[in-house]
């Protein structure tokens, strides 16, 4: 009886797990489809769009229009160097939120959560003025500065270097090591799991921006690619097959550091509930 009760939870368990997965792959698949048909619009039906005949004149058409590589490059600038500064910078922050002992610590802390409740929107005119008043519009400082460093990774990276013990660093202390020496030769080893995880998750959080690219950046020569994405579907006119091309060039990125990580991502995301 027991047997069979189990049996029955993992079949629904499995069932589950199987209708998520369509409802996240679906729309995948049909990007690609739609990206790989010659005036897609045509179709009535999913049965005449399987049988189209499969064209990758669209992604070749995407690729030399308009800014698109120049959007590409874009993105992968911005993203890159802020999910450095994240790095970097969280992992400062969180171990001196974690180790360190100063004045106004908690009070400081506290409202570092408080910024994590604060929507994106609430914010939108007061860092446009402030970038503004910077004269930082159609620059790259406006689209990388105010994202070097996060709150969530503060957090985060707060949280991890907490888990762990903290005798090892006392024993470089009584060997004579510095500060700088813990930090990078023994904290930030040991935190590896959790920047990996914050990085990917900053990558794919700035590759995805749209709200404030699109608000700092008024000429072509800076927009990023989910702002050139949205203006070209305007210059193409609804182009499905063009419009579907782009997008998937755009997602391939993520899609790609996702199967090269997803192992350190899962690592870093259990590590601070299997330690001690």
């Given amino acids: 009886m027991m047997r069979n009760r189990l049996t029955i939870g993992r079949m629904l368990t499995i069932g589950l797990l199987v209708v998520v997965s369509f409802g996240m792959i679906a729309p995948m698949a ?43 490059i874009n993105s992968l600038l911005v993203a890159s160097v802020v999910t450095a500064g994240n790095v970097v910078f969280c992992l400062w922050a969180g171990y001196a939120f ?72 006392d024993a470089a202390r009584i060997d004579g090591a510095g500060e700088w020496y ?29 709200l404030f690219p699109f608000l700092f950046t008024n000429d072509e020569a800076h927009r990023t690619l989910p702002v050139g994405l ?16 782009g997008a998937s060039i755009a997602a391939a990125p993520i899609i790609v550091l996702f199967v090269m990580f997803q192992r350190r991502i899962i690592e870093g995301l259990t590590a601070g509930a299997l330690k001690e």
């Fill in 30 to 72: 049909w990007m690609i489809l739609v990206s790989l048909r010659s005036s897609p619009e045509q179709y009535t039906s999913l049965g005449q769009m399987i049988a189209a005949p499969t064209v990758a004149i669209n992604y070749a058409d995407a690729w030399t229009s308009d800014n698109f590589l120049g959007y590409f």
């Fill in 98 to 169: 974690a180790r360190r002992r100063f004045a106004g610590k908690g009070l400081l802390f506290a409202s570092i959560l408080g910024v994590l409740a604060v929507p994106q929107q609430v914010i939108m005119i007061p860092l446009y003025r402030l970038v503004a008043s910077f004269d930082w519009i159609n620059t790259y400082a406006a689209l990388i500065v105010p994202w070097l460093v996060t709150p969530f990774g503060i957090f985060l990276v707060r949280q991890y270097i907490e888990s762990m013990p903290a005798e090892l660093e």
């Fill in 182 to 210: 813990i930090l990078t030769k023994i904290v930030a080893p040991l935190c590896r799991p959790v920047l990996t995880v914050l990085a990917i998750y900053t990558f794919l959080s700035n590759w995805n921006s749209f």
């Fill in 230 to 245: 949205a203006f070209y579907l305007g210059k193409q006119s609804i182009d499905w097959g063009h419009l579907m091309a």
